[in-house]
């Protein structure tokens, strides 16, 4: 009988790019018409998205963590896969010395231990899956709230995503922010974890 075990796999994501907003003036004509003009001093930039998964801190510390669970997750399966299949090899073994009623009893129960063991497999396929998702959400957010403030501060209109996987062939050193926008996001996350209260075991002392 084969092993079982749960594959698990952080996907790296590159959905970092955020179009910001373009900003047409309308003007008025002598004839009182309204014509749409063109945004004037469009300004663009770019990030690598994998430079920002590399060095991006809360990525990596998250990544870390996910993947820690994983691992732990991953063990206990193998150790409910080994125990069903060391059941199923005592079977064979004993099955000789066993009525038809006992071999019957026995063989259903480990159909039964198996289906519950390939449910608890799909229930942990699932919670990682979730927690993939969440983590996935929580770094666009960060993301692309930090370029929205970032394109305002230096008037930037569009930032690009820049990477093997993206539309975007070639892009100028000069337009490339990557690391002015990892530099932010790692001072926003230090300053967060700064900020957040360190819980600390609580001593009871007794009065004598």
């Given at each position: 009988m084969k092993n079982l075990s749960l594959i698990l796999n952080i996907v790296l994501f590159a959905a970092v790019a955020v179009l910001y907003y373009l900003h047409f003036s309308t003007q008025k004509s002598s004839s009182k018409?309204?014509?749409?003009?063109?945004?004037?001093?469009?300004?663009?930039?770019?990030?690598?998205?994998?430079?920002?998964?590399?060095?991006?801190?809360?990525?990596?510390?998250?990544?870390?963590?996910?993947?820690?669970?994983g691992k732990k997750l991953d063990q206990d399966l193998r150790n409910r896969a080994q125990s069903f299949q060391n059941d199923y090899e005592a079977y064979q073994r004993?099955?000789?010395?066993?009525?038809?009623?006992?071999a019957k009893a026995v063989e259903e129960d480990l159909a039964k231990k198996q289906q519950n063991l390939q449910l608890y497999q799909q229930s942990l396929s699932q919670e990682m899956s979730v927690e993939e998702g969440k983590m996935t959400q929580e770094l666009y957010k960060r993301?692309?709230?930090?370029?929205?403030?970032?394109?305002?501060?230096?008037?930037?209109?569009?930032?690009?995503k820049y990477d093997p996987t993206s539309d975007v062939l070639f892009g100028g050193p000069s337009l490339d922010i990557t690391k002015q926008v990892v530099d932010g996001l790692n001072k926003e996350y230090?300053?967060?974890?700064?900020?957040?209260?360190?819980?600390?075991?609580?001593?009871k002392t007794k009065k004598k």
């Open positions: 018409s309204t014509e749409i003009s063109a945004p004037k001093d469009l300004n663009i930039a770019y990030i690598n998205s994998d430079s920002v998964l590399k060095y991006y801190d809360y990525f990596k510390v998250n990544r870390d963590k996910l993947e820690s669970k004993n099955v000789s010395n066993l009525t038809i009623g006992q993301v692309t709230d930090h370029l929205k403030v970032y394109g305002e501060q230096n008037g930037l209109q569009i930032v690009l230090a300053s967060e974890k700064e900020s957040t209260p360190v819980k600390k075991d609580s001593v």
